[in-house]
């Protein structure tokens, strides 16, 4: 096996385990850094049409749009510069949460996404979702957009630097795209090293895990040019608190009396200083 960004055949194991198929064995690359799991072979053409992500707890759309909806508006409220009277296009929009946010500033909104059963969803709405990025540069009919947005859908991909050139030929010379993914480096997996964490966050589907040194060279070889990355903290002390004292997830909700908006920004603000929040999001241009 080799790396996926250096080519390098030199990995480490990381700790923990895959939480949904033993089998899968999570490496790091001694040379770049790159997470990844040393398989893609299970996600094949098909998985993600058939909602394969979902596994056997397939949840109605309704319920997918309430659990996205903290994020879906966290989003929107980040981008809402980029969005007045903009073409925007959602890659990988899952339940639709953002992009009928955007929906309400773009002068046109599109989604892509694989999942047919979202796409049957919004099949009488005024929101278009189509099932490829060909499908959408055709409804184009020619014109780039001003904003691409890739939601927690490029660690997804067995081939994340092909689909983002793809991308990139649909921006404008002078629009922007938005990349967000988990970290490699989130603090629960390293400084804080919480094994049943570690035994959690791990998914077949998460087939690689960027720091912001590997993103930045992803997006490089994918032909774009990196404008920043930040390192953004999508979950509170409270969360963190809760996993380290009780092994399980859910701290944010059960001890939300912990948290108050200036405890959460402190706390967000120095694990970003030291390179350890959940969450990285890259803003990206063309060459």
Same mark, same amino acid.
């Given at each position: 096996?080799?790396?996926?960004?250096?080519?390098?055949?030199?990995?480490?194991?990381?700790?923990?385990?895959?939480r949904? $198929?033993?089998?899968?064995?999570?490496?790091?690359?001694?040379?770049?850094?790159?997470?990844?799991?040393d398989?893609?072979a299970?996600?094949?053409?098909? #998985?993600?049409?058939?909602?394969?992500m979902?596994?056997?707890?397939?949840?109605?759309?309704?319920?997918?749009?309430?659990?996205?909806?903290?994020?879906?508006?966290?989003?929107?409220?980040?981008?809402?510069? #980029?969005?007045?009277?903009?073409?925007?296009? $959602? #890659?990988?929009?899952?339940?639709? /949460?953002?992009?009928?946010?955007? &929906?309400?500033?773009?002068? $046109?909104a599109?989604g892509?996404?694989?999942?047919?059963?979202?796409?049957?969803?919004?099949?009488?709405s005024d929101?278009?979702?189509?099932?490829?990025?060909?499908?959408?540069a055709?409804?184009s009919?020619?014109?780039?957009f001003?904003?691409?947005?890739? #939601?927690?859908?490029?660690?997804?991909?067995? $081939?994340?630097?092909?689909v983002? &050139?793809?991308?990139?030929t649909?921006?404008k010379?002078? /629009?922007?795209?938005v990349?967000?993914?988990?970290?490699?480096d989130?603090v629960?997996?390293?400084?804080?090293?919480?094994?049943?964490?570690?035994?959690?966050t791990?998914?077949?589907?998460?087939?690689y895990?960027?720091?912001?040194?590997?993103?930045?060279?992803?997006? &490089?070889?994918?032909?774009?040019?990196?404008?920043?990355?930040?390192?953004?903290?999508?979950?509170?002390?409270?969360?963190?608190?809760?996993?380290?004292? &009780?092994?399980?997830p859910g701290?944010?909700?059960?001890?939300s009396?912990?948290?108050?908006p200036a405890?959460?920004?402190?706390?967000?603000?120095?694990?970003?200083?030291?390179?350890k929040?959940?969450?990285?999001?890259?803003?990206?241009?063309?060459?």
């Open positions: 096996m080799e790396c996926y960004i250096c080519n390098s055949s030199s990995f480490k194991r990381r700790n923990g385990s895959v949904d $198929d033993a089998k899968l064995i999570i490496l790091e690359c001694n040379n770049c850094g790159l997470v990844s799991l398989s893609v299970h996600i094949h053409s098909n #998985f993600y049409q058939d909602s394969g979902h596994g056997e707890q397939l949840k109605p759309i309704e319920d997918w749009l309430r659990e996205t909806r903290w994020d879906d508006e966290r989003r929107f409220e980040q981008l809402k510069p #980029f969005l007045v009277n903009k073409r925007i296009l $959602d #890659f990988g929009c899952g339940a639709g /949460g953002f992009l009928s946010n955007a &929906k309400s500033l773009a002068a $046109d599109v892509v996404e694989l999942e047919l059963r979202v796409q049957n969803f919004y099949q009488n929101i278009t979702i189509l099932s490829s990025m060909e499908d959408a055709s409804s009919s020619g014109k780039e001003d904003a691409i947005t890739a #939601f927690h859908v490029v660690e997804h991909l067995p $081939d994340p630097r092909e983002l &050139k793809k991308l990139g649909m921006l010379s002078d /629009g922007r795209m990349i967000e993914v988990p970290s490699a989130d629960l997996l390293t400084l804080y090293d919480c094994d049943v964490f570690q035994r959690f791990y998914w077949s589907q998460h087939l895990l960027f720091t912001a040194s590997t993103l930045a060279t992803l997006i &490089k070889q994918a032909g774009l040019k990196v404008v920043s990355i930040q390192h953004y903290q999508r979950y509170p002390l409270s969360n963190h608190l809760h996993w380290l004292c &009780k092994s399980k701290g944010h909700q059960n001890w009396f912990l948290d108050n405890l959460t920004h402190a706390y967000a603000e120095v694990l970003a200083s030291i390179g929040t959940d969450t990285l999001i890259a803003h990206v241009e063309k060459r």
